[in-house]
């Protein structure tokens, strides 16, 4: 059902499933369909786990370019993510945290985790307090306890999260992940 307040999306014909290696994605490249803001690409798993880019594409062809040349350059492999390996690790430093307590991961710890779940920051703002939260793309938290402003403003300052529109009408405030994030959490090969 289409709620006539959605905007509409614009598919391009260049949308495809790639497999190699045995591993298959879908390529998604789409537009609002009022307006000219670029198109957007995001390249969804098996699993329906998606990357998505940051930036928008003038073109859809510049974004089809630009998802083969990161499949040439990273594989495959690059977007798929292990999903056990980050649920194990996440239920490690939960059981480490008490509830409503501050978090105690470092940055880069955070920055990671965040990057292979593909996560973001939610910034609830109350009456007498504010709440910083690390969310899944579900909206569920990814660490228990709250982010340290601190690293929030570090984040912000590396051009490692940007803030998603403006505060909401329930005070809520998101940072998503940036392109700088992400090849910041990418292991360095030897």
Avoid at 48 to 71: K, P
Wanted: glycine share 6%; net charge negative; aromatic share 8%.
């Amino acid at each position: 059902m289409h709620d006539e307040n959605d905007p509409e999306i614009e598919f391009s014909p260049l949308c495809e499933e790639v497999t190699r290696d045995g591993l298959s994605v879908r390529v998604q490249i789409y537009r609002l369909k009022t307006g000219n803001d670029g198109w957007s690409l995001e390249v969804i798993d098996h699993e329906n786990a998606s990357t998505v880019w940051d930036d928008l594409f003038a073109t859809d062809h510049e974004a089809l370019a630009e998802f083969s040349q990161t499949l040439d350059d990273e594989g495959i492999q690059s977007f798929f993510v292990d999903r056990d390996r980050t649920d194990s690790s996440i239920r490690r430093l939960n059981r480490a945290r008490a509830e409503g307590e501050e978090m105690t991961a470092n940055s880069t710890e955070i920055l990671q985790k965040m990057v292979e779940a593909d996560g973001y920051i939610e910034v609830v703002r109350g009456p007498t307090d504010e709440y910083i939260t690390v969310c899944r793309p579900n909206g569920t938290a990814l660490f228990e306890g709250l982010l340290p402003r601190e690293i929030l403003e570090d984040f912000k300052a590396a051009w490692f999260v940007r803030q998603d529109g403006p505060e909401n009408e329930r005070g809520v405030t998101i940072f998503r992940l940036t392109a700088d994030a992400r090849r910041a959490a990418t292991p360095k090969g030897p």
